[in-house]
Each structure stands twice: as structure tokens, then as C-alpha cells.
């Protein structure tokens, strides 16, 4: 292996973790700058792993291209059998196990010691990466586990010996895990050295009590009376302890509690959620692990407890509390009675009350160290008897409820359950179908991982039905599951009860009616995301009753809060609620469509009357129910609020559609002044026109001239520019034949900026023209300009600087006397170019930088794209080496815009200098 730079050994060591796996960009992108990336990640990955191959060639390894190969989004380590050492080793391990289940004790010492041999050090020791110390952790800990496990067995056939040495110098690397040290004293002991295994307890408990403050365990402790009384069962059926000659191990003392659920066959994820598992708890802290209902509470605890199980030497004690079942729920007293009969079997009578079962189990547990869970609870009441004090064991509650009351009675450490990244959802879905991961089925199964979200529950639902049906494929699951209003239909396996549908119900049927309706109604939304008022406008609640109920259902984990005014929904939770309304009240959900339709349209509205104050065909409209909002105070408000609802705004309009055609056009009409600014969306732009198609069903003509303007302008703008100018005008004809002129002159302007697009200057020119002269009979000032900004753009294409400089003036002047700010900014970047064109770049480039600014702080990023563009073609005219950096950030504004026209026109120049590179 050559030496690589610390980048490409992080890149390195990601990959080797996820073999034969497509690793996509965002993740290594994670752990190569632990959550700080910067806006040129991707490409830096790409650097990176293209100098790792360009290491390894150097190093004459002759397939480094096959080794790591590009896949469509993100790379994979292509290894065979028996080529990473991590890999050997977990099968060694498992068959170390194999071997012990089957009394080949021996053979179980062999093949564990040949899986530890591989070891040469910690792992991916000094790589700094959050991410790659956390997998670190994790693998160095089944080192250490399984080396211990391989000294008890050697321990067991003998001799002892040879592990003194190595258990002394793990004693001092791990020096609280006291199994090191009972192992050790055994060792001394069987060897006749009596007083080297009383020195050895000695120093631990010196250890503990000056570091932590605390007596060693009590397995511990009775090693040491026994060795303090010569115990002849450490010492096997001599009696007598003989230097060098090995004896048997101790009989097993009385049985401990072992009631912990397997661990899943394979694991995946939640490596935040582990780590913060294995840290050790304060003393008297109860660990709460929370989630939604499906995320793997459960077998995340299981899974650690497998790991831990050493830690908690006097036994793991489980228990469901049924929080999820009001009729079956375990009372306080079941829960502790279920842990006293666990610690004392031999118990012959139960205490009567309550305080004395606590007392009792106190008592029990401060000599101990034991692990309890407490599975599912659903209130403090069943946890508060169960918190141990003192000694060294631990409280673990699983709950799909925060538990926030119990922070007022003990420390409480919060893990939070999330959901898998889509890596680890392919992982899961492909894990026991190797054959289903290959690259041409990726797609299929990150799409099937996308529609889970997640959801460890759902996820392992369908591996097992892709596993146990041979005949279906990730494509066929995928139609199934897409196509379906019943979604979760697809999410159950024949003869198990446990279903994604069955633990969403379970949550549902637990909370207040109240809740539950609300909780039914937040399907509405087409969306994941959305606002807190909008919640109190769809089920016609008091904002402050709306966000106490969300807070209710975000308690247990049913939505997510995402910020003091937003929740989010996840997508089969939503279904969930879907099917749940349309089953139990479905006219209410026609009630809650309008007025889902009548918010959006008053904060629509809103935003449109700041960001075109000189328009608003429907400002006599009956006034429209309370959107719990203010009014903006500004454009940049107005564009960062619908911003923040942009991907919803799509969706929101077709469902608008499905109960009211004249509505969606009014939402469409306020909603085209956002996206002249900030882009069109190719699902808005669907959507536009599927009402068009309905456009012969709107009587009113004035409502069609709108639908007809705002779509033609949408097309323009995509560089759809025929089906665009067709739609104008309509527009404009419709306009005209109402004698609206303001409205005319809109649609002209349009056709006019669609013309110069296709190349058709002189008829631009004339329909611009056209649009002027109506605005001016309108005494539409605004419009006045829009058409002067526009003629003066032709002009300039025609090479007539001074008559389109003229005009720019001209159109300055006007829209600083109505304070048009924002036409202010786009006519001075013009003004820029011009200036620019005709050799004076210094001034060109001064007018440039002040419309930049001005649009960036109004939010307008088309036009901050087009001024960053001119700024890039100035510099370059004076061969300034930063020209490029502009470029590429009105790149960048122009794909976030959806504007094809201004991406091809900065591809086509920054592909133009790099050939001008290439040919030099």
C-alpha cells in the first residue's frame, strides 16, 4: 500500500468499510470533512479518489481502475474473497463460536487466534474523521471482546501460563473492565501464584477507587474471597495449586438473569446512536432511547447489549411494558415485581407495597452490576420504581415518547433514534440478495430505500419478501409499491402480526381524540415539511391549541419539529394518516382540502403584493379566512417565506386543481411573481399545464388570460419558447378583448422576450413596442419600464449600444421615480454590459458589482446569475485570472433557478476558455 495523503486515506478507509458497495458522494463527502463541507465537496471527492488511483498505478498496481470504480453517484470498492483483513476476522470469529457451540474448545482457541493474528494495530489508527473514529470504535471493541472470550477458553483447557502476560498488559490498556482482571487473578492463581492474584485485585480496587470512586463489582469481589480462602473449585479436582500445571476452570456459579432478545442476524446503522450507548453512564442516569414507531429502538439496545454483555456480569434483565396497548400495559408494580423475581429467584413471598418492592430492589442492585431494559414505556410512572441507585448497574427505557417529565426526577441521557441514511437502507435491502445489488439494479433499490425513509422496520420487511419470493425483483416491488393508494399493504409479511401499518395503529389508537384528528388531517398537506399555522388553518384550531397538540405528537415521535414554526411528516406516516382519514371521515377531508387552498392563497397573495405592487387582479376578492401571518415587510420576507415552502408550492397547486380550477389559477397568477425570480420548476410548470387544459372550462375570460400569461411566460423561461409564445398570445388577446390593457401590455412584454430568444429581433422589437404604447394608455408606470428594459436588450443584441443606452437610462429614471427597485438593479446590470461592450470595462464593471449586490439582497437569483455572468465576461476581457470563480457561481444560480438558457450560455463559455486552455 503506497502512502496517501490524509484526504485520500479518509476516502480509502470509507470505502473499505462498505466493500462491493456504490458508496454515494454525500457520504464520503461526511466523512472526509465531518459535516463541513464546502461548496466544492463533490468535486474534491472526485480529486481525491482519482489521485488514490493515480497512487496505487504509481505503486504498479496494474487494476486500480477496476479496484475502485465510478458509479453513477458515488464510488465502490471492488474486493474479492479474503481480501480485507476485517472481513477474516469476523468469519474467524464466527467460527470461533461455531466451534465452542459444538465443545471443540480447542478449535474455537484456534480460530480465534487466527482471526486476532490479523491485527496489526488499532484500527484506521490517526485518521481524524468524527465518522471514521466512530466505525473505529466499534471494530477496535470486537477486538478486545474477542480476545477476552479467547483467553476464558484457553483458560478452560490450559495451560495458563502464556496469558499472564498478555492479560497484565490488557489490564493496563482496559483497566475497568474488570473481566480482564478476574481472568488475570485466575490465571495467578492456577499457577500457584496466590498472592500475585491478591496483588492484582488490590491494584484494581486502588484503581477504581482512586479514579472513579467506586468498589470493584461484586463477581469481583467474590473471585477475591474465594482466592483469599483458597477455594479448591478454582482449582479443578487436584485440590492443590501446582506452578506450570494448568487445572481445570471454576464451576459456574448460580444462574444470572440472561433475558435480552437476540440481536438481529445483520445490523446496520445507527452509529451515533451506538456510541452514545457505549459511553458509560453518570451515576443514578437513565438512558432513554426514543423514535418513531419502526425506527429499531428495540434492536438497537439489543444489538449494544450483545456487545456490553460483559459489562454486566450479574445479568440483563428485559421487560415489555406494552405502552402501546392501554388494556394490556404493565403497572409499576408488575414492572419491579418482574425485576425482584429475576435478582432473587428464591424469593418465596413478594413485599406487599410498592415502597417496599423499591426498597428491596435498591437493596438488591448496590452490590450488582446489572443491566435492566425497560421495553415500549409510555409514561414515568412505569420507569421511576426501576432507576437503580448506587453500585454499577444501568436503566435502559425504550419509548416512542420523549419522557421530558423525567428529567425532573433523575439525570436522563436522551438517544435519538434516526432514520438510516440511504446508503445503509441499500445495505439493508441487498444484504442476504447480494446478487439483487449489482450496479444496474441500484437505482431500483435506493428508490425502494427512498420510499422507506429510512425506517429499519419497513426496510426489513421488504428484504424478506425480495429474499422469499424469487420470481420478484426491486423494479416489481417498486411499481407495487408506487402505484398503490394502500401503500402500506406492501409492507407485510404473511404470518407475522408486526407490520409497519400494525406499530403506526398501535401509536394512534394511544392518543386523545383530539390528537387523533388533528394527527389525521396533517395528510392534507401533499408535503413533508409545513408550517405551524398552517396546521392551525387546515383543522380550523387557535394557533396556540394547533402547535400544543403538535407538540403532543411530536412528544411521541409521530411528527418531527424541525425548527420553532415547521414540522415535518415522514412519508409513510403520512400515508398512515391518509388511509386513516379516508376510512373514519373522508368529508373532512374535503373540508380541510379548501382550506389547505385558501392559505396558501392568502400568503400567496401576500408575497405577490409585495414583489408586484402594481398588479393584483383579484384584490376585490372576498376576504380570505386567517393565515395566522403578518403581512411582509419586504421582498427579500416575501421570497425567503415562499423559499422555505418551495417544495411543497407544486403540489399544493395539484391539489388545489383536484377541487377548485378557478382557485388554482388565482394561486398560479400570485405565485408567478416568485418564480420569474427565483425559477420555474419542471413540477410546476406539469401542473400549469394541466390546468391549461382546463381552460375551456373557466368561463370567466380575464381568469383564463391569466392562466394563459403565467404559463407562456413559465415556457419562455424553461426555453419552451414556442408553446410559450402560443400561450402569450392567447393572453394577450383575451386581455385585450376585456380592455385590459395592463394585462395586454404584460403578455406583449412576454412575447417580445421570447422573440429576442428565438433570434427574431426586429418582431421583439415591435411587440415590445406594442406593450410600451398600452402600458402608457394603462398609466402603468411599471410596465412602462419593464417595456423600455426590454427594447433597450434588443437593441443591444442589434449592436445599437447607444440608442439601448438611452433607453436604459431613460428606464432608470422612471423606476427610481416609483422606487422600482428591483428593475432599478436589473436595468443598472444592463447598463454594465453595455458600458462593457464598448470598451470601458472599468466603468462597466462598477455598474456590474452594484446591480450584483442589489439583487442578491432582494433575493432576485436569476438576475444575480445573469450579473455574475457579465462580471465573468469583463475580467475575462481584462485577462483578470478570477474571471472563472464568477462563472461558476452564475452556474451554479442558474441550475438552481432552472433556467437552461443561462446554463448553456455559462457552459458554452467556460467549456470555450478551457479548449482556448487545452489548444494553448
Given at each position: 500500500m503506497p502512502a496517501l495523503k490524509p484526504r485520500q486515506g479518509r476516502l480509502l478507509a470509507r470505502l473499505l468499510l462498505s466493500p462491493n458497495t456504490t458508496v454515494p458522494i454525500e457520504t464520503l463527502t461526511e466523512a472526509l470533512w465531518d459535516g463541513e463541507a464546502p461548496d466544492s465537496a463533490a468535486r474534491q471527492v472526485q480529486n481525491a479518489a482519482s489521485q488514490l488511483r493515480q497512487a496505487w498505478l504509481?505503486?504498479?498496481v496494474i487494476d486500480a481502475r477496476a479496484i475502485l470504480r465510478t458509479a453513477h453517484s458515488g464510488y465502490r470498492l471492488e474486493t474479492g474473497a479474503g481480501q480485507i483483513d476485517l472481513e477474516n476476522f469476523r468469519e474467524s470469529v464466527a467460527e470461533g463460536r461455531r466451534l465452542e457451540?459444538?465443545?471443540?474448545?480447542?478449535?474455537?482457541?484456534?480460530?480465534?487466534?487466527?482471526?486476532?493474528?490479523?491485527?496489526?494495530?488499532?484500527?484506521?489508527?490517526?485518521?481524524?474523521?468524527?465518522?471514521?473514529?466512530?466505525?473505529?470504535?466499534?471494530?477496535?471493541?470486537?477486538?478486545?471482546?474477542?480476545?477476552?472470550?479467547?483467553?476464558?477458553?484457553?483458560?478452560?483447557?490450559?495451560?495458563?501460563?502464556?496469558?499472564?502476560?498478555?492479560?497484565?498488559?490488557?489490564?493496563?490498556?482496559?483497566?475497568?473492565?474488570?473481566?480482564?482482571?478476574?481472568?488475570?487473578?485466575?490465571?495467578?492463581?492456577?499457577?500457584?501464584?496466590?498472592?500475585?492474584?491478591?496483588?492484582?485485585?488490590?491494584?484494581?480496587?486502588?484503581?477504581?477507587?482512586?479514579?472513579?470512586?467506586?468498589?470493584?463489582?461484586?463477581?469481583?469481589?467474590?473471585?477475591?474471597?474465594?482466592?483469599?480462602?483458597?477455594?479448591?473449585?478454582?482449582?479443578?479436582?487436584?485440590?492443590?495449586?501446582?506452578?506450570?500445571?494448568?487445572?481445570?476452570?471454576?464451576?459456574?456459579?448460580?444462574?444470572?438473569?440472561?433475558?435480552?432478545?437476540?440481536?438481529?442476524?445483520?445490523?446496520?446503522?445507527h452509529l451515533r446512536e451506538m456510541a452514545l450507548l457505549h459511553r458509560d453512564p453518570e451515576p443514578g442516569q437513565v438512558t432513554v432511547v426514543t423514535g418513531a414507531a419502526g425506527m429499531g429502538k428495540t434492536s438497537l439496545v439489543a444489538q449494544w447489549a450483545a456487545q456490553a454483555r460483559d459489562m454486566y456480569p450479574d445479568g440483563q434483565i428485559f421487560l415489555d411494558l406494552r405502552g402501546d396497548d392501554t388494556t394490556t400495559r404493565r403497572a409499576p408494580s408488575a414492572v419491579l415485581g418482574h425485576i425482584l423475581e429475576s435478582l432473587q429467584p428464591t424469593l418465596q413471598q413478594m413485599p406487599h407495597s410498592l415502597d417496599r418492592q423499591v426498597s428491596l430492589f435498591r437493596t438488591l442492585v448496590s452490590s450488582r452490576r446489572v443491566l435492566i431494559v425497560l421495553d415500549n414505556a409510555d409514561g414515568i410512572d412505569q420507569v421511576l420504581p426501576s432507576i437503580p441507585v448506587g453500585g454499577g448497574s444501568r436503566l435502559i427505557v425504550t419509548s416512542r415518547r420523549r419522557l421530558a417529565a423525567l428529567h425532573a426526577h433523575t439525570a436522563v441521557r436522551l438517544v435519538t433514534v434516526e432514520p438510516l441514511s440511504p446508503e445503509e437502507s441499500i445495505e439493508l435491502l441487498t444484504v442476504d440478495a447480494p446478487a439483487r445489488s449489482a450496479d444496474k439494479l441500484a437505482p431500483q433499490v435506493r428508490e425502494l430505500g427512498a420510499l422507506c425513509g429510512g425506517m429499519p422496520l419497513a426496510l426489513r420487511i421488504l428484504a424478506a419478501r425480495l429474499l422469499s419470493e424469487p420470481l420478484l425483483t426491486p423494479g416489481d416491488l417498486l411499481t407495487e409499491l408506487s402505484g398503490s393508494d394502500l401503500r402500506l399493504d406492501g409492507f407485510l409479511l404473511h404470518g407475522d402480526a408486526r407490520s409497519v401499518r400494525s406499530v403506526l395503529r398501535s401509536t394512534y389508537e394511544a392518543l386523545p381524540e383530539l390528537q387523533q384528528a388533528v394527527f389525521r388531517l396533517l395528510a392534507v398537506h401533499p408535503g413533508r415539511r409545513f408550517r405551524l399555522e398552517l396546521v392551525a388553518a387546515i383543522t380550523g384550531l387557535p394557533l396556540p391549541a394547533a402547535r400544543r397538540i403538535v407538540g403532543s405528537l411530536a412528544a411521541i415521535n409521530f411528527v418531527t419539529k424541525t425548527g420553532p414554526e415547521h414540522i415535518t411528516l415522514h412519508d409513510l406516516v403520512r400515508h398512515f394518516a391518509a388511509e386513516t382519514l379516508d376510512r373514519t371521515d373522508p368529508a373532512a377531508r374535503t373540508e380541510a382540502l379548501h382550506r389547505l387552498r385558501d392559505w396558501y392563497l392568502?400568503?400567496?397573495?401576500?408575497?405577490?403584493?409585495?414583489?408586484?405592487?402594481?398588479?393584483?387582479?383579484?384584490?376585490?376578492?372576498?376576504?380570505?379566512?386567517?393565515?395566522?401571518?403578518?403581512?411582509?415587510?419586504?421582498?427579500?420576507?416575501?421570497?425567503?417565506?415562499?423559499?422555505?415552502?418551495?417544495?411543497?408550492?407544486?403540489?399544493?397547486?395539484?391539489?388545489?386543481l383536484e377541487i377548485d380550477l378557478e382557485a388554482t389559477v388565482e394561486l398560479i397568477y400570485y405565485l408567478h411573481s416568485y418564480y420569474v425570480r427565483s425559477g420555474f420548476p419542471t413540477a410546476a410548470v406539469g401542473v400549469w399545464r394541466s390546468c391549461a387544459d382546463r381552460s375551456e372550462e373557466i368561463k370567466d375570460e380575464l381568469t383564463r388570460a391569466h392562466l394563459h400569461h403565467a404559463l407562456g411566460g413559465a415556457c419562455a423561461v424553461i426555453q419552451e419558447l414556442a408553446e410559450g409564445v402560443v400561450h402569450m398570445r392567447r393572453s394577450a388577446e383575451l386581455y385585450e378583448a376585456a380592455n385590459n390593457l395592463g394585462g395586454a401590455a404584460g403578455a406583449r412584454l412576454g412575447i417580445g422576450w421570447a422573440l429576442e430568444a428565438e433570434g427574431r429581433l426586429a418582431d421583439a422589437l415591435a411587440e415590445t413596442e406594442r406593450a410600451k404604447d398600452l402600458a402608457l394608455a394603462a398609466g402603468n408606470t411599471t410596465l412602462v419600464v419593464h417595456a423600455l428594459f426590454n427594447s433597450a436588450e434588443t437593441l443591444a443584441v442589434m449592436g445599437e449600444f447607444g440608442a439601448a443606452l438611452t433607453r436604459l437610462q431613460h428606464a432608470r429614471r422612471l423606476a427610481g421615480e416609483t422606487d422600482e427597485r428591483q428593475l432599478d438593479a436589473l436595468i443598472t446590470s444592463s447598463i454594465g454590459e453595455l458600458y462593457v461592450n464598448i470598451g470601458s470595462v472599468g466603468v462597466g464593471l462598477g455598474?456590474?458589482?452594484?446591480?450584483?449586490?442589489?439583487?442578491?439582497?432582494?433575493?432576485?437569483?436569476?438576475?444575480?446569475?445573469?450579473?455574475?455572468?457579465?462580471?465573468?465576461?469583463?475580467?475575462?476581457?481584462?485577462?483578470?485570472?478570477?474571471?472563472?470563480?464568477?462563472?461558476?457561481?452564475?452556474?451554479?444560480?442558474?441550475?438552481q433557478s432552472n433556467d437552461p438558457a443561462g446554463v448553456v450560455a455559462v457552459t458554452e463559455l467556460l467549456e470555450g476558455a478551457a479548449r482556448s486552455g487545452d489548444a494553448a
Open positions: 504509481n505503486a504498479q457451540l459444538a465443545n471443540d474448545t480447542a478449535g474455537a482457541v484456534g480460530a480465534l487466534r487466527q482471526g486476532l493474528a490479523l491485527w496489526r494495530g488499532p484500527a484506521f489508527a490517526g485518521m481524524r474523521s468524527r465518522v471514521i473514529e466512530t466505525y473505529a470504535a466499534q471494530i477496535n471493541e470486537q477486538r478486545v471482546s474477542t480476545l477476552q472470550e479467547c483467553i476464558r477458553l484457553e483458560l478452560a483447557i490450559g495451560p495458563a501460563e502464556h496469558v499472564i502476560p498478555e492479560l497484565a498488559a490488557l489490564v493496563a490498556e482496559y483497566p475497568y473492565r474488570e473481566q480482564l482482571t478476574g481472568l488475570l487473578m485466575t490465571a495467578f492463581y492456577r499457577m500457584g501464584r496466590q498472592t500475585d492474584a491478591l496483588q492484582a485485585y488490590q491494584d484494581q480496587r486502588a484503581r477504581l477507587d482512586a479514579e472513579l470512586g467506586i468498589e470493584p463489582g461484586p463477581e469481583l469481589r467474590k473471585l477475591h474471597q474465594r482466592i483469599l480462602r483458597s477455594d479448591a473449585t478454582l482449582l479443578g479436582s487436584a485440590g492443590t495449586a501446582q506452578p506450570g500445571r494448568p487445572v481445570a476452570v471454576a464451576s459456574p456459579g448460580p444462574a444470572v438473569p440472561a433475558e435480552m432478545p437476540p440481536p438481529l442476524g445483520y445490523f446496520v446503522g392568502s400568503v400567496a397573495a401576500k408575497a405577490s403584493r409585495v414583489l408586484r405592487p402594481d398588479r393584483d387582479a383579484y384584490e376585490d376578492r372576498v376576504p380570505l379566512p386567517e393565515d395566522h401571518l403578518g403581512e411582509f415587510r419586504t421582498v427579500r420576507e416575501a421570497i425567503d417565506f415562499l423559499g422555505g415552502e418551495r417544495e411543497s408550492l407544486a403540489s399544493v397547486t395539484a391539489a388545489t455598474y456590474l458589482h452594484e446591480a450584483r449586490q442589489a439583487l442578491h439582497a432582494l433575493g432576485y437569483r436569476k438576475g444575480e446569475a445573469r450579473a455574475l455572468m457579465r462580471i465573468g465576461v469583463a475580467l475575462r476581457r481584462s485577462a483578470d485570472a478570477n474571471a472563472d470563480k464568477w462563472l461558476r457561481q452564475s452556474l451554479a444560480l442558474f441550475s
